[in-house]
């Protein structure tokens, strides 16, 4: 979740007495929920809508909700500024874009700024690792930027904070943002360093900005860079500050850029207000009902999107910013928003059969209860894991997430038992012996299935406990006795381990877990388990 919070005396001052009861209407429409306590006004939002990170963009949006104003889409006047880029520092960090913004002095718009900066380095920049930014207060002689790779002990500035004046490789080694973001890097011998025509240093991303260019509440001409190792984030980066700083009072200009592939400067200038079509026929499908054609124009003029009617539907054009639209179904579900969920028109749908459960569900809600009645407890872990333990086991879900906001949450789980072995791991010291079982999604090549896994961790956890409770188990289940053939499993004791056969099918595994798996994880005591495919037995 993303939280912003504002005094509320300002934002009255700012945006109007009635700013926060405008507030908690248009939060029923987007879906987010905002409280109130000593004075602080406090938004809490999903992290779909980047767009609305800012009490700045939320009075823009409400705005346009409330036909007070039109949508808009942000005009990116050319600059005789010079950015010279060199392509050693497009090696390390290989995307960099910049924008200038003019405007009146900052004010009490500067911590904000800087909070909307932070937000999007945790969010859209995965702490700087995708996509960092630097905002800088810029002279009016100043007329040209470069960006290239240096030697880090040949580069000096004093950070921005003003704690520390001394070397880049000293400020990697010393300062707390060298120590936090140095490992972005791939060497600390050389380093990307913004400069001004004279020589000034102004940034050394992703570390820290310099505090010689550092903004104040004076400011009124910024040049802002963003640069990062992912092309995506670099460019909702760019339009999302860019269209802040709009709502703020400020006219965006983009600089020329020298030493980078002009097609990049093409595709951005046709991601702010790119086009989005659909067909009346799109919409019934999508809603599940025919709205009329007059209140489709005015929901998508609301939600901030300008409107063409086509022959058969609609063309949309998208402000920049709006970056969590990617395709027609997102643009739909805003027309549902904009009309409002309470004016859907309810509708029956015809049902031919009786519903009845699941047999997968049946047997889920018994193993529970015969597994509660044995002493184990319920336990629920993440259905995404690390990748750590896949360094000792055979990984076999083939589902793993290109772009993980964290290391801890990288794979999806092809075993329940790998992520119970963390909730082991938590508990560790507590009283012995500790029983526990799930039941829950995995997926194993590609497919999705129901597996159910207990455990006992104890000094006394023999491969005959987890045998005797396994039995009673399916023969409650099925009615039928279970096999134990001998078998090596994966992250087990090698002949103390085997596949459970009911029926002359392999439904699962049991044993006692590895001691290696146990030193990966911290635990000196043993652990039995079995687990199974409840979707088998359905």
């Given amino acids: 979740m993303v939280v912003i919070?504002?005094?509320?005396?300002?934002?009255?001052?700012?945006?109007?007495?009635?700013?926060?009861?405008?507030?908690?209407?248009?939060?029923?429409?987007?879906?987010?929920?905002?409280?109130?306590?000593?004075?602080?006004?406090?938004?809490?939002?999903?992290?779909?809508?980047?767009?609305?990170?800012?009490?700045y963009s939320l009075e823009y949006s409400m705005n346009i909700f409330d036909l007070v104003t039109s949508p808009e889409i942000l005009n990116l006047e050319d600059s005789d500024f010079d950015v010279h880029i060199g392509a050693k520092a497009l090696s390390i960090r290989p995307y960099f874009l910049s924008l200038l913004a003019t405007g009146p002095k900052l004010g009490d718009s500067l911590p904000r700024i800087i909070e909307y900066q932070e937000r999007l380095h945790e969010t859209i920049g995965r702490e700087r690792q995708a996509a960092s930014i630097g905002i800088h207060s810029l002279e009016e002689s100043c007329k040209a930027v470069s960006y290239s790779l240096k030697k880090s002990d040949s580069v000096t500035l004093r950070t921005f904070d003003g704690a520390m004046n001394g070397t880049a490789r000293e400020i990697l080694k010393e300062h707390p943002l060298g120590k936090r973001y140095g490992d972005l890097l791939p060497s600390q011998e050389y380093i990307n360093v913004i400069e001004d025509r004279n020589g000034k240093v102004m940034s050394i991303p992703p570390i820290s900005n310099s505090y010689d260019t550092r903004i104040t509440e004076d400011s009124t001409r910024l040049f802002i860079d963003i640069e990062g190792t992912d092309r995506k984030s670099v460019f909702q980066s760019f339009f999302l500050l860019a269209y802040e700083l709009k709502y703020i009072g400020y006219s965006i200009s983009v600089p020329r850029f020298h030493g980078i592939d002009k097609k990049i400067i093409t595709e951005l200038v046709a991601e702010n207000g790119?086009?989005?079509?659909?067909?009346?026929?799109?919409i019934a499908r999508v809603l599940g009902f025919e709205p009329p054609e007059d209140s489709i124009s005015e929901a998508l003029r609301k939600m901030g999107y300008i409107v063409t009617p086509s022959y058969n539907g609609y063309v949309t054009t998208l402000p920049g910013n709006r970056v969590d639209v990617m395709g027609a179904v997102d643009v739909i579900e805003d027309i549902a928003k904009g009309i409002g969920y309470d004016q859907i028109p309810f509708t029956e749908i015809p049902v031919q059969t009786q519903g009845t459960s699941h047999k997968t569900d049946e047997l889920t809600g018994i193993a529970c209860q015969l597994l509660i009645g044995s002493g184990y407890q319920e336990v629920k872990s993440f259905v995404v894991g690390p990748q750590m333990p896949f360094s000792f086991l055979k990984y076999r879900g083939d589902v793993t997430l290109l772009n993980p906001k964290s290391s801890d949450f990288s794979v999806v789980r092809d075993r329940l038992f790998v992520n119970m072995?963390?909730?082991?791991?938590?508990?560790?010291?507590?009283?012995?012996?500790q029983k526990i079982f799930e039941i829950g999604e995995v997926v194993e090549h590609g497919r999705q299935k129901t597996h159910l896994c207990f455990m006992i961790h104890g000094s006394r956890a023999p491969f005959s406990a987890a045998k005797q409770v396994l039995e009673y188990v399916i023969l409650r289940l099925s009615g039928g006795s279970i096999e134990i053939k001998p078998n090596d499993e994966d992250g087990l004791v090698s002949g103390r381990s085997g596949d459970i056969i009911l029926d002359g099918q392999v439904i699962g595994f049991i044993g006692e877990m590895h001691p290696a798996l146990l030193e990966l994880y911290g635990i000196q005591d043993p652990v039995s388990l079995a687990e199974i495919d409840l979707s088998m037995m359905a």
């Fill in 5 to 55: 919070r504002d005094n509320s005396k300002f934002l009255a001052e700012r945006f109007g007495s009635n700013f926060v009861d405008r507030l908690q209407k248009y939060a029923s429409v987007i879906g987010f929920s905002v409280e109130f306590d000593s004075g602080t006004v406090k938004v809490e939002f999903n992290p779909d809508r980047p767009d609305l990170f800012s009490f």
């Fill in 421 to 433: 072995m963390e909730i082991i791991k938590q508990n560790r010291r507590r009283p012995m012996p």
């Fill in 274 to 282: 790119r086009e989005v079509k659909f067909s009346y026929d799109d």
